[in-house]
């Protein structure tokens, strides 16, 4: 399917001629799964982190806390979604169908390695969003006066 120079308009005239209704909604199965990974690694992660470091580290509860601490949510959300990433990019590419018929493809072609593919430029792009996030997350709990956990 050509995209490159098609309009918004034209594309989506294309998709529901060839792929009907359907066609719009390709891949978002495995998006929801992405942004629950997502969710997961950096939820979990930012809390079980911080306390840790506030524990082992003897450091107040502030900036260079919350910034370690936003890195592993960062790292260990990147871990997570990646793999995610991959199925989701050739899912929608058309390259394969179903998630589960994705990932077996991929491991038996190209090894269980090939499912974390581009997991440095994902973590240079959710690394930067964990620290925006927690950053402003702590500092807003703090102005309005709630206190660390």
């Excluded at 179903?98 to 440095?120: D, N, S, T």
Aim: aromatic share 10%; with cysteine.
């Amino acid at each position: 399917m050509k995209v490159a120079g098609d309009g918004m308009v034209s594309l989506l005239q294309r998709i529901l001629r060839e792929e009907g209704v359907k066609g719009l909604y390709r891949g978002v199965v495995v998006n929801v799964q992405r942004a629950a990974l997502v969710n997961l690694g950096e939820l979990s992660t930012y809390d079980q982190a911080k306390k840790l470091i506030l524990k082992r580290s003897g450091l107040d509860d502030g900036l260079a806390v919350h910034t370690l601490s936003a890195f592993c949510s960062g790292f260990v959300a990147s871990i997570c979604a990646t793999p995610a990433d991959v199925v989701k990019s050739r899912v929608m590419a058309g390259q394969a169908h179903g998630v589960v018929a994705c990932v077996r493809k991929i491991v038996g072609e190209e090894g269980l390695w090939a499912l974390w593919k581009g997991f440095f430029p994902n973590w240079g792009r959710l690394g930067p969003w964990q620290l925006a996030f927690w950053i402003t997350y702590e500092h807003t709990r703090q102005a309005m006066g709630y206190g660390g956990f």
